[in-house]
């Protein structure tokens, strides 16, 4: 997964993000130098002197702006605690932390619903729709970026926990074992007699250890609300033809 940040003239490539608290007016360069001191930092500069400070560690986040430079005002808020304190294992977090990262910044990337039997917050098969078991997934909270190309007005940035990675495609189907599928990397499997191929999905889907990534393709919705209580990402068919005839 690559994302590209930049910033041109005359348009400061961020959104300024609400906060709770008091808002302490400090410089760009004040903000900067702190986060410099914490996490590694990149500042990208527009021909005419605009400034954006982008943290690979927490996501590619923009974390604040300025239109005036290192002397400018800083426009992001940031949670000084929270980056003083860094990213803990999971173990060691509390409050707060414990549900969602809260560094601050201009912007961040977000999925809804945040809450109910469709939200992605929740363990899979929570029937208990309560904050103290809602937890922001790692993939969109604290899982970092490495920078893979940096310039000065832009950067190109890579979530580590990505990269590299194999994709298997499995098959499930049923009928006759006559079927000859040989494309690379896809597996065809065979339901057994008395048994469907949406059961065999269902199997294959819990068999996955937690944490990984595992997504069912499926236009039926008996299959895509199991696959989603199972802690898998359920698409419909349509939409795996629609990426697969791109090339």
């Known amino acids: 997964m690559k994302c590209l940040i930049g910033i041109g003239a005359g348009v400061l490539v961020a959104m300024q993000a609400g906060a709770a608290g008091p808002q302490v007016e400090r410089t760009f360069g004040e903000d900067i130098a702190f986060l410099k001191k914490h996490v590694e930092t990149v500042v990208l500069t527009a021909p005419d002197g605009k400034q954006v400070a982008v943290v690979p560690a927490y996501q590619g986040r923009v974390m604040t702006s300025s239109a005036g430079g290192e002397a400018g005002t800083s426009f992001g808020w940031l949670n000084y605690p929270a980056i003083e304190r860094g990213i803990l294992p999971e173990e060691k977090r509390e409050g707060l932390d414990r549900h969602i990262l809260v560094f601050g910044g201009e912007e961040r990337f977000w999925l809804g619903p945040e809450g109910g039997q469709h939200a992605i ?6 029937t208990n729709f309560v904050f103290e078991v809602w937890k922001t997934p790692a993939l969109i909270d604290s899982l970092p970026f490495q920078v893979t190309q940096s310039l000065q007005d832009r950067v190109v ?3 580590l926990e ?8 499995i098959c499930a189907a ?24 949406d ?8 068999a996955e250890p937690p944490g990984r990534c595992v997504v069912v393709v499926s236009s ?5 609300g199991a696959a989603r209580r199972a802690g898998a990402w359920p698409v419909a068919s349509d939409a795996l033809l ?6």
């Open 121 to 126: 917050y929740f363990p899979p098969g929570t």
């Open 199 to 206: 059961a065999l999905i269902g199997r294959l889907v819990r």
């Open 162 to 169: 990505l990269e590299g990675r194999s994709v298997k495609e």
């Open 220 to 224: 039926d919705a008996e299959v895509a």
């Open 157 to 159: 940035l890579t979530m």
């Open 174 to 197: 049923t009928g006759a074992s006559s079927i000859a599928v040989r494309v690379r990397g896809v597996r065809v499997l065979f339901s057994e007699p008395g048994s469907t191929a």
């Open 242 to 247: 629609r990426l697969t005839a791109r090339g």
